[in-house]
Structures are given as structure tokens and as C-alpha cells.
């Protein structure tokens, strides 16, 4: 041992942290491309950039509310968001008293990103409101493997959409390029949990207006 | 006490590299909701904070991967210290400003529910891993590692 010469192993070792530093950065640089928006992804019916790639309703009105509504459709507090405000927020679109925008962000793992790709399937056959509700009914707990494309496609035909175009769209990841471009839109917007409502480009009181019927409402017509 | 340095030497490492790499592999599994976590500490443009979210996870990894083969352990302690003191800087900040949110060390990040952060438990496990970062600095010798001349080489220290 202590005849050793120092730096007798220097090469193995320089070598090695050469290795480990190299794959890194090899690793980083697609990664870092990859979450660059991609102009070149299809996009659903209704879809546009200056929304930042969310599925619009009503985008024709003007002098109207815009709510902004970020989700995860794996996200719990977003099944309870929407039991609690999906009703009123579809008699909005119904009712043409507001611009909805939404954004389907998959931060919660690949069945996320399956769940956006399929409801984008669905906005193409006007059916995305509907499919939005079902996913929510139909919920499981996180990436428990649960949500794979078929799985998907099937909750598609329970909402009533029978299009072979639906099924081929959601089997093919059609809009999975799309799915990224909304979460780095989303990430530009300083989204930091979900759901996130924006209303006329302004976040709605975290502590108080989320789950109260009447706050939300409030909110709303507040504009 | 010189004959035990190297191995206090190799749980140090040991203790940081294996938290720094699980840390960075939990987090880019979802580079999603690391840049969310990035974000949610409100102290770095949302721009800036976006690239930190990606590019974090991938220094956690590179270091945790020197630390526990033990190659170039200073500069990797002298990094991990630098990580583990933002991170104390970062996370107090939060608290002093009454900021709700996960620290996403593991994972995770992003606003919680008003009152479920929690944040001294974190502060104290940062605290303690600047701790050994700092011990790996001043005694970089320790038993199996690549470093060699350091691990063996009790001239160069002493």
C-alpha cells in the first residue's frame, strides 16, 4: 500500500469521470431539445399556438371571460375540481357566456400523456367535453397501468364516439407531439400545480376559490 | 483517529452520492414536474427556472455517480456542497415568504394545499449532507475509490 506510487491510477480514473461527464451531457442535450415546442406536431381541431396549444371553446366570442383551465387527467384534485365546477363550466361553454381554454398537461407520468393524446382523438370528434367527463368518472390511481390506449379508446366508445378514427388516432399517439408542446406552453405560463384556472390571464385565489361553487362563480362573472 | 478517516471518508460518500443519484433518477423520470418544482421556489425566471428543472437531475446524477465510485471526490464534494447550499437557500427563502410548496427534492414539487408544506425536516436533511459535502472537502480520502493517491496517499494530507 504504501509503496503505491501516487497517481499510479490516474488514467483509469480520468478516464472513468471522462465516461460518466460525457454520457451525462450526451443524455442532456436531446433532452433539452426535446422539450422545445415542436411546430411541426399535429394539432387537434380548434388548437392554435397563441392559446397555447389548449383545446378552445367558444373562440369566437369577444368581451367575454377567458378561463384558462390547467389539468392533469391523472390528477385527483382535478377529478374533484371537475365534479365540483365541470357542470357549470360546460353550461359557460353551452351557454356561450365564456371562452374556455384547456390544457391537458401530463407532468404525472405516461398514462398522463396516453389520457391528453386520447381526449385531443376525442376534441377532433366534437366530443371532447363529453370524453373529458367519462376520463374523470373513470379515474385510477396514478400510472397503476390502468390507462393504456385500449383502455382509452374503449372509455371513447362509452362516451358515445364510434369513429374508427378515434381509435386508430388514440392507438397511434396522433397527437403526442401536441401533448409535449402543451406542457412547455404550460410551463412558459409559470404553471405550477393542478388545476390552475386562469381567468382573463389571471390566477383565481388558490386558498379560496378553487371548491367553493359560489366563489368560482363569483370569480367568473368578476372576469 | 487518521486510520478511520477513510472510512468515515466512504460513508460520506456514500451517504451523498447514493441520495444525490436517487434524487436525480426520481427526478428525470418526470422532467415535467421537476421544472414545475424549479419554478414553484418563485426566485429564478420562469425561463431560467425551466432549464434548471431539466438540467438539475442530470448534475445530481453525474455527481452522485463520481461520489460513490469515488472519482474526483473533491470537486464532486466541492459541487454537491454548492447544491445542498442553494437548495438550503431556495428552501428558506420559501418558508420566510410563506410559499406552499413540495421542496420536489425527490421528485415531485410545485404548490400544496396552503399549510402542508413542510419544511424543516428538509432543511435539517440538506443541513446534514452540506455537512458531509463539507467533510469530503477537508478529508477527500477514503476507502474503495478510484481516487487513489488520495485514498492511500495519507503524505498528501497531513
Not at chain 1, 118 to 143: I, W
Not at chain 2, 68 to 91: K, N, P, Q, W
Request: charged share 15%; with cysteine.
Amino acid at each position: 500500500m504504501a509503496n503505491q506510487k501516487p497517481g499510479k491510477d490516474n488514467f483509469t480514473r480520468n478516464l472513468v469521470i471522462a465516461v460518466v461527464v460525457g454520457v451525462v451531457l450526451l443524455m442532456l442535450v436531446p433532452t433539452v431539445l426535446s422539450k422545445r415546442t415542436n411546430s411541426t406536431a399535429a394539432v387537434p381541431a380548434s388548437v392554435s399556438a397563441e392559446n397555447g396549444y389548449g383545446i378552445v371553446f367558444n373562440g369566437d366570442l369577444t368581451s367575454v371571460p377567458v378561463l384558462d383551465i390547467y389539468e392533469d387527467f391523472q390528477c385527483p384534485i382535478c377529478a374533484q375540481f371537475e365534479k365540483m365546477q365541470g357542470d357549470y363550466i360546460e353550461s359557460l361553454i353551452k351557454d356561450k357566456k365564456a371562452k374556455v381554454i384547456y390544457h391537458t398537461l401530463s407532468f404525472l407520468g405516461p398514462e398522463s400523456i396516453n389520457a391528453a393524446n386520447a381526449a385531443a382523438c376525442s376534441a377532433d370528434q366534437n366530443k371532447f367535453l363529453g370524453y373529458h367527463r367519462t376520463l374523470y368518472a373513470n379515474q385510477p390511481a396514478e400510472n397503476s397501468g390502468a390507462w393504456t390506449n385500449d383502455v382509452l379508446a374503449v372509455l371513447g366508445q362509452a362516451t358515445g364516439i364510434t369513429s374508427k378514427k378515434f381509435t386508430s388516432c388514440v392507438n397511434n399517439m396522433d397527437y403526442k407531439g401536441w401533448v409535449s408542446n402543451v406542457a412547455a406552453a404550460g410551463a412558459k405560463a409559470n404553471v405550477n400545480s393542478t388545476p390552475t384556472v386562469f381567468i382573463n390571464g389571471k390566477e383565481i385565489d388558490r386558498k379560496t376559490e378553487y371548491f367553493s361553487a359560489d366563489k368560482f362563480k363569483a370569480a367568473v362573472e368578476r372576469g | 483517529m487518521k486510520k478511520y478517516l477513510p472510512w468515515i471518508g466512504l460513508l460520506a460518500r456514500l451517504i451523498l452520492g447514493g441520495v444525490l443519484l436517487a434524487a436525480g433518477l426520481l427526478k428525470y423520470q418526470h422532467l415535467d414536474k421537476s421544472q414545475m418544482a424549479v419554478r414553484a421556489y418563485e426566485l429564478l425566471p420562469i425561463s431560467v427556472a425551466n432549464l434548471l428543472g431539466i438540467v438539475l437531475p442530470f448534475i445530481e446524477i453525474a455527481i452522485g455517480i463520481l461520489l460513490v465510485i469515488g472519482a474526483a471526490i473533491r470537486i464532486s464534494a466541492i459541487v454537491g456542497a454548492a447544491l445542498m447550499i442553494a437548495f438550503i437557500i431556495g428552501i428558506s427563502q420559501a418558508w420566510a415568504r410563506g410559499l406552499s410548496i413540495d421542496c420536489g427534492c425527490f421528485g415531485g414539487g410545485g404548490q400544496v394545499a396552503p399549510g402542508t408544506a413542510n419544511y424543516l425536516p428538509e432543511l435539517l436533511r440538506d443541513g446534514g449532507l452540506a455537512l458531509l459535502a463539507i467533510y469530503l472537502i477537508r478529508y477527500p480520502q477514503s476507502k474503495f475509490g478510484l481516487d487513489r493517491q488520495i485514498s492511500n496517499g495519507e503524505k498528501n494530507h497531513g
